[in-house]
């Protein structure tokens, strides 16, 4: 069945960019029936949509971090990925990916998400 | 952008109990509402899409309604395994938000 792994460093300091991919496997990224998404939680706290990719490449951000954010795909390797600039600890928070199928308008598989530290 | 207003916050309950939660949208979003359930650690687990349309595999205690600004989601009679957080989410444009989250506890 379809997974998402997401991956990239846990530590970036702050001013620094935060760069994570999210690989997928079994199945296609390059399907017309889904968009891939990126969402955050800070500890404690609730769920914030960071953006969505579909695999043509057409994007949609949160327009509170759209200045800053960056979202990607390579359907060659079966991932997108996610760039986010000038961090401070306000964005420390585990990052998921999710995919998002357009019939339903809502993130039926996740990956088990990534904790990613903003600190010097 | 669309806020999504979920009540209670907390949520005090015993096994057996029916349970509802409410999520509130700023503006008209059709049916395009999604619950979800989360466990500490873990990420969260599609219950409900399009307001009343139960996920594959998810148990038939698990009922949502609503349409337009105003939505609920029931668990009709509380188990142990659904003592969790749930969020609501829109997708009626794409600026996607959720609501804060109900944390259901233990009475």
């Known amino acids: 069945q379809l997974q998402l792994q997401e991956s990239g460093p846990g530590l970036v300091k702050p001013s620094e960019t935060l760069s994570l991919t999210c690989t997928v496997s079994?199945?296609?990224?390059?399907?017309?029936?889904?968009?891939w998404g990126w969402i955050r939680q800070p500890p404690g706290k609730g769920l914030e949509w960071i953006g969505s990719i579909y695999y043509s490449g057409s994007t949609y951000y949160n327009p509170s971090l759209k200045s800053r954010v960056t979202i990607s795909v390579d359907t060659s390797k079966n991932q997108f990925s996610l760039k986010l600039s000038s961090v401070t600890a306000a964005d420390t928070a585990v990052y998921y990916c999710?995919?998002?199928?357009?019939?339903?308008?809502?993130?039926?598989?996740w990956g088990q998400g990534t904790m990613v530290t903003v600190s010097s | 952008d669309i806020q999504m207003t979920q009540s209670p916050s907390t949520l005090s309950a015993s096994v057996g109990d029916r349970v509802t939660i409410t999520c509130r949208a700023s503006q008209s979003i059709s049916s395009w509402l999604a619950w979800y359930q989360q466990k500490p650690g873990k990420a969260p687990k599609l219950l409900i899409y399009k307001a009343s349309s139960l996920e594959s595999g998810v148990p038939s205690r698990f009922s949502g309604s609503g349409s337009g600004t105003e939505f609920t989601l029931t668990i009709s009679s509380l188990q142990p395994d659904d003592f969790a957080t749930y969020y609501c989410?829109?997708?009626?444009?794409?600026?996607?938000?959720f609501g804060g989250g109900t944390k259901v506890e233990i009475k």
């Open positions: 999710a995919r998002l199928y357009r019939g339903m308008g809502a993130f039926d598989i």
């Open positions: 079994g199945g296609s990224i390059s399907s017309s029936s889904y968009y």
């Open positions: 989410q829109q997708y009626n444009s794409f600026a996607l938000t």
